[in-house]
């Protein structure tokens, strides 16, 4: 027999709640993620180059395709340095509302999908340490699973790395908790 979806609302929301409230403690009282970010060497004339290019993702040098990357002279730009992949985000207001909001639908989200996977492996009545064990699991692989892809491809540090895997294992184990103590 699996177990619906709105039958687990309330793990759904509390696991989502508190993962929203444990991840703002993190991110705005601890902050060990301040250290992810270095500063440039003459930030002034960095901004200076980049004022007025508009908010997105670019890449230094800057290849189209494959065959442009083949260009001697991107290869020798890439050769010297630097090489860089940049964000650039709208500027103006501090404000992170919209952020907050999407982040925590993000959590929902993902509480959400939890609750599938274990309404339809897990049985009613099943124990807290089993139904711990599955939700916890797939909770962490949903936090943390894809930072391995920024250390392979985008050159983020090995300590952001983890740093971010512990803060999903942290979600998991708090999303695990609430789907044991509340699993019908």
């Not at 599955?134 to 790395?161: E, K, M, N, Q």
């Amino acid at each position: 027999m699996n177990i619906t979806l709105t039958s687990l609302w309330l793990p759904i929301l509390l696991s989502g709640v508190a993962v929203f409230l444990v991840s703002s403690l993190i991110w705005a009282v601890i902050q060990y993620h301040n250290s992810d970010w270095q500063k440039l060497p003459d930030e002034e004339s960095a901004r200076s180059a980049l004022k007025g290019t508009a908010a997105g993702q670019y890449a230094l040098p800057y290849a189209a395709d494959n065959k442009a990357k083949q260009d001697e002279a991107w290869q020798q730009k890439y050769r010297e340095g630097p090489v860089a992949m940049l964000v650039v985000v709208p500027h103006g207001s501090m404000a992170m509302g919209k952020q907050m909001v999407q982040w925590f639908v993000y959590c929902l989200a993902i509480s959400v999908c939890v609750a599938y996977i274990a309404g339809v492996t897990l049985v009613p009545g099943t124990e807290y340490l089993k139904v711990f064990q599955v939700t916890s699991t797939v909770a962490f692989l949903s936090y943390a699973g894809a930072h391995g892809l920024g250390v392979i491809w985008f050159g983020h540090t090995t300590g952001r790395f983890l740093k971010d895997m512990f803060d999903g294992l942290v979600y998991g184990l708090i999303t695990g908790g609430f789907f044991g103590w509340l699993w019908p």
